[in-house]
């Protein structure tokens, strides 16, 4: 589909230097910037740049110099995902884990595909559901 070959082109074109923007602006955001991180990603996030696209919905989810918005938040992250951004992948995921049954199905894939990406959060995450899972069982 046309959208597939899209999205491909569009994250091929993002480069170090803009994932390692993406990556300042999350610290930046992290230690209460938010004007210089807005700064540093907003093109790159319109333009359709992943690990932008990824800072942008974090902050919005967490209301990092944006008012708290996991709705919002769980767009721009949707945004990165279907370009392969893991870590979109995975916190989009972990939204929608808190939707009905069938967000709550398409959230667990999400994980799923995100730990196969190489997530580490996704891969934490889900060792300690297998874990809760085991000791739940042990207990009856």
Not at 51 to 63: E, H, I, K, N, W
Not at 74 to 82: C, K, L, P, Q
Not at 110 to 134: H, N, T, Y
């Given at each position: 589909?046309?959208?597939?070959?899209?999205?491909?082109?569009?994250?091929?074109?993002?480069?170090?230097?803009?994932?390692?923007?993406?990556?300042?602006?999350?610290?930046?955001?992290?230690?209460?910037?938010?004007?210089q991180a807005?700064?540093?990603?907003?093109?790159?996030?319109?333009?359709?740049?992943?690990?932008?696209?990824?800072?942008?919905?974090?902050?919005?989810?967490?209301?990092?110099?944006?008012?708290?918005?996991?709705?919002?938040?769980?767009?721009?992250?949707?945004?990165?995902?279907?370009?392969?951004?893991?870590?979109?992948?995975?916190?989009?995921?972990?939204?929608?884990?808190?939707?009905?049954?069938?967000?709550?199905?398409?959230?667990?894939g999400l994980?799923?595909?995100?730990?196969?990406?190489?997530?580490?959060?996704?891969?934490?995450?889900?060792?300690?559901?297998?874990?809760?899972?085991?000791?739940?069982?042990?207990?009856?």
């Amino acid at each position: 589909p046309k959208s597939t070959e899209a999205a491909a082109s569009i994250a091929q074109v993002e480069t170090a230097e803009a994932a390692g923007r993406a990556a300042q602006a999350l610290r930046l955001a992290r230690a209460g910037e938010y004007d210089q991180a807005t700064r540093l990603v907003r093109d790159d996030a319109v333009a359709g740049l992943p690990s932008a696209q990824f800072v942008v919905g974090t902050m919005y989810a967490l209301g990092m110099g944006t008012p708290l918005d996991p709705r919002e938040g769980s767009i721009w992250w949707a945004r990165a995902a279907r370009q392969g951004h893991a870590e979109a992948t995975y916190m989009l995921g972990l939204y929608l884990l808190n939707g009905n049954e069938l967000a709550r199905r398409e959230g667990w894939g999400l994980i799923e595909s995100s730990a196969q990406k190489g997530s580490s959060g996704a891969l934490r995450f889900i060792d300690q559901v297998e874990a809760a899972r085991a000791k739940t069982a042990q207990a009856y």
